[in-house]
């Protein structure tokens, strides 16, 4: 009787701590500023708000310096290179794969890119180390994989129209990413396309929307890539709450293929916490 009641307590406790089933989830990514720059800087009223109003991470660390290794930790659960001049195809999993697999739908909206299906260098103000989706050989080597290369200027045209993927991934131009521009510049982008997402009626169903930083000062180097900030936003995600667990850009990862269904054995992230906390 008591290996009986185990079980079942045990298996509740493991329902309730899953991350809630979502069929829009949306990553976007920030650049090159810590924590303690972010949380409570009067530059960022609307991250900080939304902080404040959904929950936050206190203890999330990037895993290397420079930028492209958090890149490809976010999508394939591995830090596959630190040179920013990387250039190459790469064959190794990622989540486009699982997500594929999983019948899930993606697109990648990168401000800035120059046309759909873009997966050339650095032009303008976008930098291809942010895409990390152009360098996998399952889009690069795919007409059709790689029509979900779009510009952001497709967001809102999708958002309108209720026809967001299952996953987007937002990136911003480098000046309004806070690579080159400022806080203020990156905060007032955010609420400019950020706050039409979470009034959405979709999204607003079961959306979660995550907002980390790739890395911190490259001065800041615990536990690789320094501590930074990391945001969790949705109608399911708890309220006014803040996390002191430990979390990298792999558990990201995994909290995005748990929330929607997708097989979470990719690297990295097959044994990372993922956010079910929230």
């Not at 497709?154 to 209720?162: E, T």
């Not at 748990?258 to 097989?263: E, P, S």
Request: a negative charge; charged letters at 15%; one cysteine or more.
């Amino acid at each position: 009787m008591l290996s009986k009641f185990l079980c079942t307590l045990l298996l509740a406790t493991t329902a309730y701590a899953a991350v809630p089933p979502s069929t829009h989830v949306v990553l976007l990514v920030e650049e090159n500023h810590s924590y303690a720059e972010v949380i409570g800087n009067p530059q960022m009223p609307y991250l900080n708000s939304l902080a404040k109003s959904y929950s936050y991470l206190t203890d999330y660390f990037a895993d290397t310096h420079p930028s492209i290794g958090n890149y490809f930790e976010l999508t394939t659960g591995a830090i596959i290179t630190n040179n920013d001049s990387f250039t190459s195809t790469i064959t190794n999993d990622n989540i486009v794969r699982h997500l594929l697999t999983a019948g899930k739908t993606w697109k990648s909206y990168a401000e800035s890119l120059p046309s759909v299906g873009y997966t050339g260098g650095n032009t303008g103000d976008y930098l291809k180390r942010h895409n990390p989706w152009a360098y996998f050989s399952d889009v690069a080597n795919s007409s059709v994989e790689k029509q979900r290369l779009v510009p952001f200027t497709q967001f809102s045209k999708d958002l309108a129209a209720n026809a967001l993927p299952n996953f987007s991934f937002i990136t911003p131009n480098i000046l309004h990413d806070a690579h080159n521009g400022t806080l203020a510049a990156a905060d007032a982008w955010l609420k400019s396309n950020i706050a039409p997402l979470l009034a959405n009626t979709q999204f607003k169903t079961n959306g979660i929307l995550i907002i980390v930083f790739d890395e911190s000062l490259t001065s800041d180097t615990a536990h690789g890539g320094g501590h930074v900030a990391a945001i969790v936003i949705g109608p399911k995600v708890k309220r006014a709450y803040r996390s002191g667990t430990f979390f990298q850009h792999q558990s990201t990862l995994k909290t995005i293929l748990d929330a929607l269904g997708a097989n979470h054995t990719l690297g990295n992230a097959t044994n990372a916490p993922d956010f079910n906390v929230f």
